[in-house]
């Protein structure tokens, strides 16, 4: 690998298409973003056709923009990494159709990354250095999960999400207090003026002994319950309240989990990942608690959390690296499970 190993890092798995550019996996000389929040807004969800096709307008430009930013040409970049699942198979398929063809005009690398996995390569674009084994914790609008990892690529699941995920939850609540898309940054407003113990929700699977999986079915429904029977009685609910108790539940059992998951494992630090870890009430009560335990966190900015491209290229600069180099019959995964990595 030369010196400067200069990696372009293509995101568009879900409602973000975003291209950066990121040096020697850890420095960023450009991470663009087109949001397509404002689209989606309206319909309270992503609208899978209506986010492939914004993609396919927005991938070229975004691509220019992330190069002129960065100051490079494309003629010195090392390999294009591309986030390739899981995700929206019709979005996925236009960042791996883009970065195939890219790749192959330039004869350079083409480098397939795991969405998760990029999530977690986040943390190396934070400037900490990260000490292998580690645990991550991985908290999305598509995931919840708890990972080990031995070294680079090495990645065993020890807890996952038995149906909903903490953001798709955050998503689901703000949607039945219409709040807007995404649920997340509106709730953790709102709760920031909120009493907590004003609302009693549940914590689930939380006695179950050493386990590391989550469920969070059942406090959406909690929630939802609540809201319809205030409604029905009459009374206006309080929004920074529900809102507050909502989050503090979630909060308590992402941290606690992850309390017992840094326990049970021979680690120094936790990782966080994934949109939920720009919640500023988890990323508050996480350093508590890691403090207290001796263990060191690491989270990347809230900007790094949610979905981009330099994570992707991060990712991308430590598969290629271990000579992980994808062919030109790569194809979208939707439902790509992170072994194997
Ligand atoms: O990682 P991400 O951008 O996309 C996926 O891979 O899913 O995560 C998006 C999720 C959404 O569910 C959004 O509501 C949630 O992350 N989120 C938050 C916050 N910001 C984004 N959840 C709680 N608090 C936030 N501040
Ligand atoms: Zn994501």
Do not use: W
Request: charged share 20%; hydrophobic share 45%.
């Amino acid at each position: 690998m030369p010196h400067r190993t200069l990696i372009l890092g293509l995101e568009s798995s879900c409602d973000d298409t975003a291209a950066a550019v990121v040096l020697n996996g850890r420095q960023i000389l450009s991470n663009i973003i087109s949001s397509q929040n404002d689209l989606h807004r309206r319909f309270g969800g992503v609208v899978p056709e209506i986010a492939s096709r914004r993609h396919l307008e927005m991938i070229n430009p975004i691509i220019d923009e992330a190069l002129a930013k960065s100051g490079i040409t494309l003629g010195e970049l090392e390999g294009i990494a591309v986030s390739h699942g899981p995700g929206l198979v019709g979005s996925l398929l236009v960042g791996v159709s883009t970065a195939k063809a890219l790749s192959y005009a330039l004869d350079v690398s083409l480098i397939a990354v795991n969405h998760l996995e990029g999530h977690i390569y986040a943390n190396f674009l934070t400037g900490a250095s990260v000490n292998f084994p580690i645990i991550c914790l991985v908290v999305s609008g598509g995931h919840t999960s708890l990972i080990y990892m031995q070294d680079h690529g090495e990645m065993e699941v020890l807890g996952r999400t038995r149906d909903d995920a903490a953001g798709e939850v955050f998503d689901k609540v703000a949607r039945a207090l219409e709040l807007g898309f995404p649920g997340g940054p509106a709730i953790e407003n709102l709760a920031q003026r909120g009493d907590s113990a004003a609302f009693k929700f549940p914590r689930a699977l939380m006695s179950e002994d050493g386990k590391l999986d989550f469920s969070f079915s059942g406090l959406k429904t909690a929630v939802l319950n609540c809201i319809r029977r205030e409604t029905e009685q009459g009374r206006s609910v309080k929004l920074e309240d529900l809102t507050a108790a909502f989050q503090e539940a979630v909060v308590d059992v992402l941290v606690e989990k992850s309390l017992l998951a840094v326990r049970q494992n021979p680690v120094k630090q936790l990782l966080l990942a994934g949109g939920v870890a720009a919640n500023g009430e988890l990323r508050r009560r996480m350093r508590r608690r890691m403090d207290d335990e001796g263990i060191e966190l690491v989270i990347p900015p809230p900007q790094l959390c949610t979905d981009n491209g330099a994570m992707i290229a991060a990712a991308g600069y430590y598969n290629l690296r271990r000579g992980r180099v994808a062919s030109q019959t790569l194809n979208a995964v939707s439902s790509l499970g992170l072994k194997g990595v």
